[in-house]
Every structure is written in structure tokens, then in C-alpha cells.
């Protein structure tokens, strides 16, 4: 199994919808949990981070943790082509691990006209 | 404030040259980090360093060196390079004040192939 686990994709939305990403991982201890978004030839850059059960809103875009069962998600409100990327999921294992990341695969998003 | 900056951006090797792809942070952080980036294998950690003087193997450090020759400079050296390092390499920092908020900030990347 996998340490963190995404669909590849691509996940294919119309211009407006809600594009959901969702990510699985295998540590149950682990703290807190990235997303970044990558163009392709580009490097990731920080979409936002979640480390306490919930939602977390910013802008169009909302993180969900649900750490009983290891799942994490982002929701991309009123997508737009220019969301067309690839979403890394990233998580920081608990302490004693330092501070590195595990990165999931990504999924590629296609936001259609 | 240019952030995480890599030098090559581009290169090609012939198997069992060596090059040393260097990188440096302006944001004052203690912790660096090396990953390759191929096709369906997503980010892979080579190496990292917690602070000055300090380095730790990652997930894929077979075939690499590196040296953190001060708070800002990280480096990576192939030694002997294969086709097997044919790969993206990102560079990465982040400032280590919050386990809970602190994020990785990423360099622009080298293309490295090595024939």
C-alpha cells in the first residue's frame, strides 16, 4: 500500500462546476496535510495546507480532513481552465519523522470550455 | 526576494559524467531538500538537510551526494551518472517554526538526461 494514494486521473469538469480531488493515506499519525498544484514544465507551488478535522475555505478552493478515516480532499469551486493542472497531496508524518513530506502521485485536472 | 533558486535549469550528460546541480534559498530557512520528479512516480525525496552541517539520505539516494555548504546553498552531486538519474530535480526549503503550518517552498526545477 501505497503512503498516500490518489487517482491519477484525469478528472475531466465543464468550466464552472466543482472539481473534487480526493487523496487517501496509510499513516494514521499523520500531522498535517499540503496541497499543491502543478503546471506542467512547472514546479508545485502551495494551493493550501489542513491539520485539524474539517474544512478549511480559501477562495475557491476548500481542503477537507477526516482523519479517522485518513482522508483528505480539496473542492475547487466554480473551476476554471486555468485550474487545469496536476494536484499533488502531501503529508508530514508525525513527529520523530522531521519535517519531510510524502507525496501522492497527483491527479491531473482538465477544466473543459 | 527571488526565493528557491537552481542552477542548470537544463543538462545532458553522458552515462559516467558528473555534475553538481546547485541550489540556494534567500528566505532564511533551516531545512533543504533534494527530489526527483519522473513520469507516474510523482516527487521522491533524495536528500535533506535539517540545518547547516546536517544531511539525511531520503526514499532515493543511491548514485547522489550532497552538501549543505552553508544555511543558504544545498547541492547535488552525481558522481557517476546512469540513464536511470534521466529525471527533474527539485529543490525545496521550508523554515521548520510550525510542524503543523510549516510548507515546503520549491525551486524551478533542472531537466537532467543523461544518455
Known amino acids: 500500500q501505497k503512503e498516500v494514494e490518489q487517482n491519477s486521473g484525469p478528472l475531466s469538469v465543464p468550466e464552472g462546476a466543482i472539481a473534487s480531488l480526493n487523496c487517501t493515506y496509510s499513516d494514521r499519525g499523520s500531522q498535517s496535510f499540503f496541497w499543491y498544484r502543478q503546471y506542467s514544465g512547472k514546479s508545485p507551488e502551495l494551493i493550501m495546507f489542513?491539520?485539524?478535522?474539517g474544512d478549511k475555505e480559501d477562495g475557491r478552493f476548500t481542503a477537507q480532513l477526516n482523519k479517522a478515516s485518513q482522508y483528505v480532499s480539496l473542492l475547487i469551486r466554480d473551476s476554471q481552465p486555468s485550474d487545469s493542472a496536476t494536484y499533488l497531496c502531501?503529508?508530514?508524518?508525525?513527529?520523530?519523522?522531521?519535517?519531510?513530506?510524502?507525496f501522492g502521485t497527483g491527479t491531473q485536472l482538465k477544466v473543459e470550455l | 526576494n527571488a526565493g528557491v533558486t537552481q542552477t542548470p535549469k537544463f543538462q545532458v550528460l553522458k552515462t559516467g559524467q558528473s555534475m553538481t546541480l546547485q541550489c540556494a534559498q534567500d528566505m532564511n530557512h533551516n531545512s533543504m531538500y533534494w527530489y526527483r520528479q519522473d513520469p507516474g512516480m510523482g516527487l521522491r525525496l533524495i536528500y535533506y538537510s535539517a540545518s547547516e552541517g546536517t544531511t539525511d539520505k531520503g526514499e532515493v539516494p543511491n548514485g547522489y551526494n550532497v552538501s549543505r555548504l552553508n544555511k543558504r546553498e544545498f547541492s547535488l552531486r552525481l558522481e557517476s551518472a546512469a540513464p536511470s538519474q534521466t529525471s527533474v530535480y527539485f529543490c525545496?526549503?521550508?523554515?521548520?517554526?510550525?510542524?503543523?503550518?510549516?510548507?515546503?517552498?520549491f525551486g524551478p526545477g533542472t531537466r537532467l538526461t543523461v544518455l
Open positions: 489542513i491539520y485539524s478535522n
Open positions: 525545496a526549503s521550508s523554515a521548520d517554526r510550525d510542524r503543523d503550518t510549516d510548507t515546503q517552498y
Open positions: 502531501a503529508v508530514r508524518k508525525p513527529a520523530g519523522g522531521g519535517n519531510k513530506l510524502t
